[in-house]
């Protein structure tokens, strides 16, 4: 399914044009046309992913519970580094609790490591040792411990690595005639998008244009564009349709199903009588479901109210296509403590989010490592409706065994 995707998006010229609901998205499609129109580079078989899948626990009326899927990540997917990290500080916590036993119970927990062999992985089929991996970087990084966990996971690998902005691609960066990527004078065998994933990540025209040159480069992007604009809501909900996980999975059934049942209601917003009915469908009932526009960074999903405040602005617009809407999932709350910098230690009822992050490295058709590499668990409270880490809003946690 990983192999496939993202070529039947590019493939799929209506769905892109759904996708290209602001100007700057425009841009980055031809950037995707211009690559299929040019000679392939030698390592264009070669693609990278480095995934996080998002979970929350529904509850049903009849008391029975099942994993749903929110979203997936297939750019930047964050917190691989810190939630490397907590598992043994949430052990020490306990073990000074008293509670020695309840440590044990805690999962281990390694994204970092499962990230990082990816990326050596890509690296290696790439062919140059004298190649670095550049992580693609914000200009003020939040989150940069994160990122470095990561990067010291390479170095333990003896693999070189460099962080550069889209301003530094944009003055130094150029292609040899060969197409290979060099950046202040150093050739890239990957290109690790930590940054590029909203539209206001590129403040100018120069990061688009340093974007474009990235993609046309023989460098091997994580992600390259059509497996970024896989991981749009828009993907998602088409995946969710009636007959097409079943063009991904001919003739497993089974396989289909387990996929299926993970996924919450999801309706397209598309100009046309599915689309009116989605409108109406949500105006009547805007409690039971989220309205979720083409965004990642979290804080971007809209609620309640506000949900037929803009659907009353947008439903005869074109605009509307920008959504999905999703059923609301309905997780129970629990009771934990939230610990924050100045903030009071207090018991809240407290909602969790999982997530599950994948690597996999595909050359031509050979699957070279697909894994499940770990896991990240969010927990929040439950008076707050969206909003994550980087928010200030959730805190990161850890699975207890019981």
Request: glycine share 8%; hydrophobic share 40%.
């Amino acid at each position: 399914m990983a192999q496939r995707i993202p070529e039947e998006v590019i493939l799929n010229s209506a769905l892109v044009e759904n996708l290209a609901n602001e100007a700057k998205d425009i841009a980055l499609h031809q950037g995707v046309l211009m690559r299929l129109q040019e000679s392939p580079n030698s390592s264009e078989s070669i693609v990278l992913g480095l995934n996080r899948s998002d979970y929350m626990l529904d509850q049903k009326e009849d008391d029975t519970s099942s994993l749903k899927q929110i979203e997936i990540n297939t750019i930047a997917a964050s917190f691989g580094g810190l939630s490397s990290r907590t598992p043994d500080v949430h052990r020490l916590i306990l073990k000074l609790a008293g509670r020695p036993e309840e440590s044990q119970r805690i999962l281990d927990n390694n994204p970092a490591a499962g990230l990082a062999a990816g990326l050596a992985k890509a690296w290696e089929l790439y062919g140059s040792e004298k190649a670095v991996v550049m992580f693609l970087v914000e200009e003020t990084q939040r989150n940069i411990f994160d990122q470095r966990c990561v990067e010291y996971e390479l170095w333990k690998r003896n693999i070189p690595t460099m962080r550069k902005r889209f301003d530094d691609v944009s003055a130094t960066g150029s292609l040899d005639q060969d197409k290979r990527l060099f950046v202040d004078g150093k050739e890239v065998a990957v290109v690790y998008f930590r940054n590029g994933y909203m539209p206001d990540n590129y403040t100018s025209e120069q990061c688009w244009e340093a974007r474009l040159l990235m993609e046309r480069s023989m460098a091997i992007k994580c992600p390259d564009i059509r497996t970024h604009l896989t991981g749009t809501k828009k993907v998602q909900q088409v995946l969710a349709r009636p007959g097409v996980l079943e063009k991904f999975f001919p003739g497993q059934p089974g396989v289909v199903e387990q996929i299926r049942v993970t996924f919450a209601g999801l309706y397209t917003l598309d100009m046309g009588p599915e689309g009116d009915k989605t409108v109406e469908m949500a105006l009547a009932a805007p409690d039971r479901f989220v309205l979720k526009p083409q965004r990642e960074g979290g804080g971007n999903n809209i609620y309640g109210s506000e949900i037929c405040q803009v659907l009353d602005q947008v439903k005869g617009s074109v605009e509307r296509t920008a959504y999905i809407l999703m059923d609301k999932i309905t997780p129970v709350p629990v009771q934990n403590y939230l610990l924050r910098q100045n903030g009071t230690l207090k018991i809240s009822q407290c909602l969790s989010e999982l997530g599950v992050f994948g690597a996999y490295v595909r050359r031509g058709k050979d699957m070279v490592m697909n894994k499940c590499v770990g896991h990240l668990l969010r927990t929040k409270s439950s008076e707050h409706s969206d909003g994550g880490v980087a928010a200030g809003v959730a805190v990161l946690d850890n699975p207890l065994l019981i």
